[in-house]
């Protein structure tokens, strides 16, 4: 897959992300670029490969005006960012489950008898699992494709703030999914950043680490 980075820097990266909360407004992300970034962010790794995130991009005024009063604090970001970008984690992903496996096997990336087995097995598990446990498996992977995405965000010279303060029980059904299927995992704001950002501390590894 061909990538759309502009600094391929990992270091800065890294190092020099900050959670942005103010951005240039007049800045907009074309479909096609929003749709890369999210190409490149869902190379993150999921459970049994099932890729249970969804994403909502919203960038009108119309929606944005339906987002503010979901997110609490987080006006700013959503006032001036080029888009808030809402991840849900889909409790049916195994729905997807075959056309996943197929696409594997037709790629050649998975041989016929782990894709018969994988068929066989896997999607009959997820669709038996308890709603507890894919909330964890679907919370989980939405996650990993959200942090990917704040990395390919500044590969493509964009800022992020991912956003948890907000209405978790109303966000599906303001944007028109079935809130028993879909469970919001995160808000990801991006635009071109208008502030510096602030620097944060971290604890030290030795604090939070034990070796067995
Ligand atoms: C799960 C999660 C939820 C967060 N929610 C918010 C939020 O609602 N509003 C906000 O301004 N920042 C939010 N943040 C950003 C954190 O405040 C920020 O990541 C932290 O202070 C470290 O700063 P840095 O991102 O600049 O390294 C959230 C971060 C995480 C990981």
């Not at 005024?61 to 339906?66: F, R």
């Not at 996943?100 to 896997?122: R, S, W």
Request: hydrophobic share 40%; with cysteine.
């Amino acid at each position: 897959m061909s990538h759309g980075f502009k600094n391929n820097d990992f270091a800065d990266i890294l190092f020099n992300r900050r959670s942005i909360r103010s951005y240039d407004p007049t800045v907009k992300i074309s479909r096609e670029e929003m749709l890369q970034m999210l190409a490149e962010a869902t190379k993150a790794p999921s459970s049994v490969n099932m890729q249970p995130w969804r994403f909502v991009i919203v960038e009108s005024d119309e929606a944005k005006n339906k987002l503010k009063p979901l997110v609490r604090t987080n006006q700013l970001q959503t006032e001036t960012s080029s888009a808030m970008i809402l991840i849900f984690g889909d409790m049916a992903c195994y729905e997807f489950g075959e056309t996943i496996y197929d696409q594997a096997l037709a790629e050649g990336k998975m041989p016929q008898e782990v894709h018969d087995h994988q068929v066989a097995t896997i999607i009959p598990y997820y669709q038996k699992m308890s709603s507890e446990q894919m909330y964890t498996i679907v919370q989980r992977d939405s996650m990993l494709a959200a942090m990917q995405l704040l990395l390919v965000a500044r590969g493509h010279g964009y800022d992020t703030n991912v956003i948890g303060g907000f209405e978790n029980d109303q966000l599906a059904a303001a944007f028109d999914l079935d809130p028993t299927r879909y469970v919001p995992a995160t808000i990801v704001s991006i635009g071109k950043a208008a502030e510096a950002g602030y620097d944060s501390v971290r604890l030290d590894p030795e604090q939070v680490t034990w070796f067995k």
